[in-house]
């Protein structure tokens, strides 16, 4: 098993900076990818980001590519999601989920793929 841990959230103004950081532990040697998700009240949870833990291949929504950054760090089990250029829109609570198993062709964006998922941590965007 993994177990995951988000922090990083909090309250930032419209065009700001935060970072997101979600902390593996347990079988993380396992570990084929990371994902992060959100979900803003009312709404379904959607697909933001995604990597693979080898090699590091990222793949982003479009509603946040150029303004959010996927990346990891080996060492520390630890996977980062910067976003910058912050809208109110990005308001949401923020989720980690790890996907254990390889597969061909990552399915990024099906929740259903991911085995393993964080608390979430909230993230809100003042106008």
Sequence with gaps: QVQLVESGGGLVQAGGSL???????????????MGWFRQAPGKEREFVAGIRWSGGLTYLADSVKGRFTISRD???NTVYLQMNSLKPEDTAVYYCAARLSA????RWTDQ???????QGTQVTVSS
């Design 19 to 33: 970072r997101l950081s979600c902390a593996a532990s347990g079988r993380t040697f396992t570990t084929y990818a």
């Design 74 to 76: 080996n060492s520390k």
């Design 103 to 106: 597969t061909f062709r990552p």
């Design 112 to 118: 259903q793929w991911y085995d393993s998922w964080g």
